[in-house]
């Protein structure tokens, strides 16, 4: 695995390709281009020998095997976005150092380092080749010399998937449940739980014997990060799981309660409306309480029209704030949707 931090600082974990996978692509992509270069070698130079001379049929032949050794990868890095046919057979694409795609200027110069000097043009392939094997098995990232000039490197997109824990793995045995229910894992690394997670996997296919050792390392290893200590005569495979499963537990009811935190909000707060003004004919009414920083008290509502009026003024325009009842407020929350929050997977 590789750590990659991209533009935006982000940690990527991105799986690097294997020397082998990497070697196979190449032989598959040179396994393509070796019977064009040979058919093309073979027209141009027995046509020559009827139509072209030597000079224009030594031209035609390289202009061809520019296209054939040049073209062929850059098209399809270009167009594929890092693969070749080879490394789509093989399921490994290349990337950019910082994780992103790889660019038209990255596969040009992936393309004229492996033409002109680790592959195809004598007699600089003869060191070409070898420094390019040495430096993609001491690299970290497995990079060969165009690699390194184009700031880039080979990942393994197909990645086998990961077996499942065993079902006795998933739970806390009851003899560890009082233990467990005091358990403080703040300090537990995620590189130590996903070791342990890795040895529980892959518990029945590992020997006997290196099952119990790497049992015994990981235990300690988690033992010294969790308190406090697991009750004694605890076999290893019981406690890594008891921890594990600890952690999840956790890690769920943490989750949930920060999706209760955004489906539970309070509505907010109404703000206070001015009372209505007292009924024509009234003897007393309760003063108006003022609005928040108002500068004028609300008006009263106009009296009544008399009776012999024959053209009764027009009720005023209702007002824009109205007295609230418990019935008017609107609560407010978000929907009863799932959110994007997801939990943890199972370690």
Known sequence: MAEVV??????????????????????????????????LEIVVFSRAASHLNQASAAAVYIAGLIFVVIGYPLTFETLSRGKTLG?????????SDDGS??????????????????????PFNLIGMPAGLITSMVSARGKRLGDMFAGTFVIQERVPRRPDLAPVFTVVSPPLAGWAQHLEIARLSDQTAAAAS?????????????????????????????????????????????????????????????????????PPQAAHAPQAAPAPGATHAPQAAPA?????????????????????PESPARPATLPLGPDDLVTLSKPDQPDDYGFAQPL
């Open 87 to 95: 490394k789509m057979a093989l399921g490994i694409r290349v990337v």
């Open 198 to 266: 890795s040895y529980l996997r892959r518990y029945y296919d590992l020997r006997p014997a290196a099952r119990d050792q790497l049992g015994l390392q990981l235990a300690a290893a988690v033992a010294a990060q969790v308190s406090p200590p697991a009750p004694p005569g605890t076999d290893a495979p019981s406690f890594l799981a008891a921890v594990l499963a600890v952690r999840r537990e956790r890690e769920q009811a943490r989750l949930q309660a920060r999706m209760g935190s955004w489906q539970g909000a309070p």
């Open 292 to 312: 928040p920083r108002a500068t004028h008290a609300p008006q009263a509502a106009p009296a009544a029209p008399a009776a012999d009026d024959p053209d009764p």
């Open 6 to 39: 991209t533009g935006e600082a982000v940690v990527l974990d991105l799986a690097v390709a294997r020397f082998p996978s990497r070697l196979l692509a190449l032989i598959i992509d040179i396994a393509v281009q070796l019977p064009v270069v040979l058919f």
């Open 101 to 122: 795609p790889e660019r038209f200027r990255q596969a040009l110069v992936r393309a004229l380092s492996a033409a002109f000097v680790e592959i195809w043009l004598p």
